[in-house]
C-alpha cells in the first residue's frame, strides 16, 4: 500500500458537539507542500459551503490549527451528515466519507435524499475540491458518486 497523508476536519455543531471528518490526501512532501496547502484549504472551504458546523480543527501530518466554537447556526447539528460515496478511478474499489452538520439547504429538490450535484453551486465545488485533494486508501484519484444525507447517532 502507497504512503498516503490526510487531511482531518473537525466540527463544532450548535450543542457543541464535535465531530470529524478525515480524508486521505497525498504525502506532503518538501515539493509538494505549497500545492498540497492549497489543494487542503480549497476542500476545507468548499465543505464549509456544504455544512453548518464550525470547523474548530484542521490537522494534516503535524501541524493542527485549532478555533473554538459552538457554531452560531441551530441547525448545525453533528447527527446530520453527508455521507460521500466515492470509487477509486483505478480499482474502481468504493468508499465513504462523512461529514458532519450537514446543511440540508443543499439538497437537490428533485431527489431530496442527496445533495444537488450538478448546479454548479457549492455542492459541486465540493465535489470537485475534495477529486482534486483527496486520495483513496489505494493512493488513486476518487471519484465522488453520490452525496446522501443522513442521521447518525455518533
Same mark, same amino acid.
Given at each position: 500500500?502507497?504512503?498516503?497523508?490526510?487531511?482531518?476536519?473537525? /466540527?463544532?455543531?450548535?450543542?457543541? @458537539?464535535?465531530? *470529524? =471528518?478525515?480524508?486521505?490526501?497525498? @504525502?506532503? *512532501?518538501?515539493?509538494?507542500?505549497?500545492?498540497?496547502?492549497?489543494?487542503?484549504?480549497?476542500?476545507?472551504?468548499?465543505?464549509?459551503?456544504?455544512?453548518?458546523?464550525?470547523?474548530?480543527?484542521?490537522?494534516?501530518?503535524?501541524?493542527?490549527?485549532?478555533?473554538?466554537?459552538?457554531?452560531? !447556526? !441551530?441547525?448545525?447539528?453533528? @447527527?446530520?451528515?453527508?455521507? %460521500?460515496? /466515492?470509487?477509486?478511478?483505478?480499482?474502481?474499489?468504493?468508499?465513504? %466519507?462523512?461529514?458532519?452538520?450537514?446543511?440540508?439547504?443543499?439538497?437537490?429538490?428533485? !431527489?431530496?435524499?442527496?445533495?444537488?450535484?450538478? !448546479?454548479?453551486? =457549492? %455542492?459541486?465545488?465540493?465535489?470537485?475540491?475534495?477529486?482534486?485533494?483527496?486520495? *483513496?486508501?489505494?493512493?488513486? *484519484?476518487?471519484?465522488?458518486?453520490?452525496?446522501?444525507?443522513?442521521?447518525?447517532?455518533?
Amino acid at each position: 500500500m502507497p504512503t498516503t497523508g490526510f487531511t482531518s476536519l473537525s /466540527y463544532a455543531d450548535y450543542n457543541n @458537539e464535535i465531530s *470529524t =471528518v478525515r480524508v486521505h490526501a497525498a @504525502e506532503t *512532501t518538501a515539493a509538494n507542500h505549497d500545492a498540497e496547502h492549497i489543494a487542503r484549504v480549497a476542500l476545507a472551504d468548499a465543505i464549509a459551503g456544504i455544512t453548518l458546523g464550525l470547523r474548530i480543527k484542521m490537522s494534516y501530518g503535524n501541524d493542527i490549527k485549532t478555533v473554538l466554537g459552538p457554531a452560531d !447556526d !441551530d441547525e448545525a447539528q453533528r @447527527e446530520k451528515k453527508w455521507l %460521500v460515496s /466515492y470509487h477509486d478511478g483505478v480499482t474502481l474499489k468504493r468508499y465513504n %466519507v462523512e461529514i458532519p452538520c450537514a446543511d440540508t439547504a443543499q439538497l437537490d429538490p428533485q !431527489d431530496r435524499a442527496n445533495a444537488h450535484i450538478g !448546479d454548479a453551486g =457549492v %455542492v459541486d465545488a465540493f465535489v470537485s475540491a475534495f477529486e482534486a485533494f483527496a486520495v *483513496t486508501p489505494d493512493g488513486n *484519484t476518487p471519484i465522488v458518486d453520490e452525496i446522501t444525507f443522513v442521521g447518525r447517532n455518533q
